[in-house]
């Protein structure tokens, strides 16, 4: 194979289909949903609001994926090939769920929520950089915004709880 074949298959390979990407992202959603959902009745009573409002705002992205998955009029978007950020791995990996016990500490829940907002603010930032101009472009962009204002707010709180006594 000649230096040009191989940079190519390079750059073949390190591309998804924004299928591909959509059910990941889907599934990262539905699994965070699924969590903090779960966790909402075993937090302390000063954070229950917080991870009942990231339970709604992942439903809100789950469905959002799954409404575009399914539209035919993106049937042709769906298809394309984009190149896949580099924090994919970490993204597709945060489908894995911790287990933070019955009593879950309010400092170890806003790290988890805080760690999977970045994630998911690196990914969709890197997907509209690299997508074409149009709709699917402006999603990852919408997403990217999104998750940058949930981390924001999520630093705030835990700066209030953390370190400096509650809200």
Do not use: C, W
Not at 32 to 49: E, G, H, M, N
Not at 85 to 102: I, K, Y
């Amino acid at each position: 194979m000649s230096e040009g074949e191989s940079e190519s298959y390079a750059r073949i390979k390190s591309q998804k289909t924004l299928k591909d990407i959509l059910k990941v992202a889907t599934e990262f959603e539905r699994a965070a949903r699924d969590f903090y959902t779960d966790l909402a009745p075993k937090v302390s009573k000063r954070i229950r609001y917080l991870v009942e409002e990231l339970a709604e705002e992942e439903q809100e992205h789950y469905d959002l994926f799954s409404s575009l998955a399914e539209n035919p009029e993106l049937e042709k978007e769906v298809e394309k090939a984009i190149e896949t950020p580099a924090s994919d791995h970490r993204f597709s990996d945060a489908v894995h769920l911790p287990d933070l016990g019955e009593n879950p500490d309010d400092q170890a829940v806003l790290q988890y929520a805080l760690g999977r907002e970045h994630i998911a603010m690196q990914q969709y930032t890197s997907l509209a950089e690299s997508a074409e101009p149009g709709p699917i472009k402006d999603l990852f962009t919408f997403l990217a915004n999104e998750e940058t204002k949930h981390k924001a707010e999520l630093e705030k709180i835990y700066y209030e709880i953390v370190h400096s006594g509650g809200v």
